[in-house]
């Protein structure tokens, strides 16, 4: 499975940006997606989950009412909608894949078995 992110951009604090991540994969409705960030100096972090289905997501606190997952199994994609962003939301986010169900595991990047360049999200105060 190859991932490709988009979307990353300079925006201002407060601001709106939508971030895509497209999947080659005739299976794309069997992986479960996240999105992780990565500011420099600082290690990987989680930042939202979805499942196969859509049916499901998972937010990190820092992010929470902020931020909306979803999917578009038809069209192979996940995005990620971030309103409102600050300044310490600025980082390299990528999107990962995982075959697998359930939650307990879904915030540890080790978990993930394929994912995408990184896409640069800066954001000005």
């Known amino acids: 499975v190859q991932l490709q992110a988009s979307g990353g951009g300079l925006v201002q604090a407060g601001d709106s940006l939508t971030l895509s991540c497209v999947a080659s994969t005739r299976s794309f409705s069997s992986y479960a997606l996240s999105w992780f960030r990565q500011a420099p100096g600082k290690e990987r972090e989680f930042v939202a989950h979805?499942?196969?289905?859509?049916?499901?997501?998972y937010y990190a606190d820092s992010v929470k009412g902020r931020f909306t997952i979803s999917r578009d199994n038809f069209k192979n994609t996940v995005f990620l909608q971030m309103n409102s962003l600050k300044p310490e939301d600025s980082a390299v986010y990528y999107c990962?894949?995982?075959?697998?169900?359930?939650?307990?595991?879904?915030?540890?990047?080790?978990?993930?078995?394929?994912w995408g360049q990184g896409t640069l999200v800066t954001v000005s105060s």
């Open positions: 990962a894949a995982v075959s697998r169900s359930g939650s307990s595991w879904l915030s540890d990047p080790v978990n993930y078995d394929y």
């Open positions: 979805i499942n196969w289905s859509g049916g499901a997501t």
